[in-house]
Nanobody
Framework: QVQLVESGGGLVQAGGSLRLSCAASGSIFRINAMNWYRQAPGKQRELVTTITNGGITNYADSVKGRFTISRDNAEKKMYLQMNSLKPEDTAVYCC????????????????WGQGTQVTVSS
């Protein structure tokens, strides 16, 4: 069993910062890519940023230069530092993990967290 739990969301004024965390629990040996998605009301889910097991990152154009993804493979955690927040960043942010291998050999293609609300006021 694999569980992802996000934390760190909240209400912030435009121009402010927030740091989201995602903790993976379970007897996890390895996670390949980890991702942050977001979904704003009335909009489709959007891939915000990705980080591979080796630390290669990719960002949506809308957040480049403002958001920074990182991960701690030993602790099975991922982070999203969000700076210079804009009202259009308001959304539920979800953690996603791909290619999860447990110590007993069990493989999960992916797992999702429940999400954390980020609200940016103008």
């Amino acid at each position: 069993q694999v569980q992802l739990v996000e934390s760190g969301g909240g209400l912030v004024q435009a121009g402010g910062s927030l740091r989201l965390s995602c903790a993976a629990s379970g007897s996890i040996f390895r996670i390949n890519a980890m991702n942050w998605y977001r979904q704003a009301p009335g909009k489709q889910r959007e891939l915000v940023t990705t980080i591979t097991n080796g630390g290669i990152t990719n960002y949506a154009d809308s957040v480049k230069g403002r958001f920074t993804i990182s991960r701690d493979n030993a602790e099975k955690k991922m982070y999203l530092q969000m700076n210079s927040l804009k009202p259009e960043d308001t959304a539920v942010y979800c953690c996603n993990a791909e290619g999860i291998r447990l110590y007993d050999g069990t493989y999960y293609p992916e797992s999702w967290g429940q999400g954390t609300q980020v609200t940016v006021s103008s």
